[in-house]
């Protein structure tokens, strides 16, 4: 479990480098590794520098090394991000010199500094400092509360019996609080876990979170295990905030995960959102800095990214709040004696008549928290609307529950539905593998032969990252045996639907048209930015 959280966490690092840069993060041609890149000025510390392509700041890992460890002490990350060209030390500052340039001062292993330079700049520090650098502020209700984390070593098997439950949310009798438990493994899992990390909630400014002695006393308090053989790794703390950036760029500098939004953990909406964004964003770097789109294609991240960001904090807040709301309906508290706690607790299992009411109300509570791990429409149930996406006058889904049921759709703007399709030979796979990387995809019906001859040539003639293919039950170049394609296709047999790179739906017609390859052309030039529908000047131009 933590070693694929690790090489989650790195995989969305490195897909921010290659995606945007198509040079795997490395530093443009001409820019010099250390103090000043060639032909511009000096290279004092947030002194200003010509800027070229992509760079990515990822680079202060104090909030990383909390969760994951250091990449240093991670073989996959160790290995893997300086084949990438990815650097691992802090920066300094970043700058810019005009509309057109943002350059980042990086510190080195020796005091030197060392001067990347980009035309555009992803901040993705978790809002430490890029933020501020470029002027952005945050809304929200700020730091709600402070958590202390320890990574200790010891032997629950004895308490956590349960070999089915991940993560253990435990209202503690004896300190009248709320303590989450996880097993971090990495040989065994489940009760028998070798590895454990332990959250403590503590108020804003509460002084004993700072107290590494207090935070392991309180620990072992709640969980009541005052003698337990237990090796503490580290003590970690960190904020559980709800904040939004208000933009999410600022020029040629754009804000993606933590640096746009940081909420609860609670829902694991952030790390999600986190991989959306950068998905969201570097299909359309990538084809700006290819010259295939305009560079108003960039002003669609935000556009589509905060309204679904904004809606994953509120979700997270919720679930967050509703784990206290568990609590306080059991009717524990800090203030109680942890014999007037268990006294609380025990009237959930007492079977008196009294007691019938406060159990429901504690059940019910109960039954609310389930929708933090069963909340797919807001996982996937979103739709972008935006001139990336162009829109058929059709009415959004209306699921049964607006948090629990996701009601799958072809809806401009929609992401791209599961589907399980054939090829000739009967292998199965899921459509969204059709997908290929930076590519758009034209999936017709199977007697949509005008749209497939019209986007080749479009592809072709225009330079526009363009594949095409039918898919049908009898007939095309994927076939749909059990209709799962059909039902979610809301399209005729000559019906087609455009898909992104990110495989969000961008432009659907229902049926056949007189001029497919005119409707095409409009779609695709509103969606690139590009009017009228030619090769653009280079990136920035």
Not at 502 to 531: C, E, H, M, N
Request: include cysteine; aromatic fraction near 6%; hydrophobic fraction near 40%.
């Amino acid at each position: 479990m933590a070693r694929s959280r690790r090489r989650l966490a790195a995989a969305v690092f490195l897909l921010v480098l290659a995606a945007c840069t198509g040079t795997a993060g490395r530093p443009s041609p001409g820019t010099g590794t250390a103090g000043t890149p060639a032909g511009s000025g000096s290279a004092a510390p947030g002194g200003l520098r010509a800027v070229r392509h992509v760079w990515v700041i990822e680079l202060e890992n104090q909030g990383y090394a909390q969760s994951f460890g250091t990449p240093s002490a991670d073989p996959y990350l160790a290995r893997t991000l300086p084949q990438m060209g990815a650097l691992l030390q802090n920066y300094y500052a970043i700058g810019h010199s005009s509309a057109d340039n943002y350059v980042a001062e990086i510190s080195g292993q020796a005091p030197d500094i060392a001067t990347q330079s980009c035309q555009y700049l992803l901040g993705a520090d978790g809002g430490r400092r890029v933020a501020g650098l470029t002027g952005i502020e945050y809304e929200g209700l700020g730091v709600i509360t402070q958590t202390a984390t320890l990574h200790v070593s010891a032997d629950f098997s004895p308490w956590a019996r349960d070999p089915d439950v991940l993560i253990r949310w435990i209202h503690s009798p004896q300190a009248g609080v709320l303590v989450v438990m996880v097993p971090m493994g990495p040989e065994r899992w489940g009760p028998a876990s070798e590895e454990w990390v332990i959250h403590l909630n503590y108020p804003v400014d509460d002084p004993r979170a700072q107290s590494d002695a207090q935070v392991e006393a309180d620990a072992r308090q709640a969980l009541g295990i005052p003698d337990l053989p237990m090796k503490i790794h580290k003590i970690t703390r960190w904020s559980v905030e709800a904040v939004i950036a208000s933009a999410f760029r600022a020029g040629r500098v754009f804000l993606l995960g933590d640096a746009a939004h940081r909420h609860p953990p609670t829902g694991g909406l952030g790390l999600t959102s986190a991989i959306h964004d950068a998905q969201n964003l570097c299909w359309k770097l990538a084809l700006v800095l290819a010259g295939q789109a305009s560079p108003a294609l960039l002003d669609t991240y935000q556009a589509e990214r905060r309204p679904v960001d904004e809606r994953n904090a509120q979700r997270s807040l919720e679930n967050a709040v509703n784990h206290f709301t568990i609590g306080a309906a059991l009717g524990l508290s800090h203030e109680n004696t942890p014999e007037q706690n268990m006294a609380q607790l025990r009237r959930m299992w007492s079977g008196r008549p009294e007691d019938a009411t406060h159990r429901s109300a504690v059940l019910r509570a109960m039954r609310a928290q389930s929708m933090e791990f069963n909340e797919l429409n807001v996982e996937y149930g979103y739709c972008y609307q935006s001139a990336a996406v162009v829109p058929d006058g059709s009415a959004a889904p209306a699921p049964a529950d607006d948090i629990r049921v996701y009601q799958p759709s072809t809806r401009p703007g929609a992401p791209l539905p599961h589907a399980w399709i054939d090829d000739e030979d009967g292998n199965r796979r899921p459509v969204k593998d059709l997908v290929a990387p930076g590519r758009f995809l034209l999936i017709a019906g199977e007697d949509g032969h005008a749209w497939c001859e019209a986007a080749r040539q479009l592809a072709e003639e225009a330079d526009v990252p363009l594949d095409v293919l039918r898919i049908g039950h009898l007939d095309g170049d994927y076939h749909d045996p059990r209709c799962d394609w059909q039902s979610h296709r809301q399209i005729a047999s000559d019906g087609a639907i455009l898909v992104r790179p990110d495989r969000f739906i961008a432009w659907r017609y229902p049926a056949a048209a007189s001029d497919p390859r005119a409707v095409l052309t409009a779609a695709l030039s509103q969606i690139l930015g590009r009017r009228p529908f030619a090769q653009p000047g280079p990136a920035g131009s």
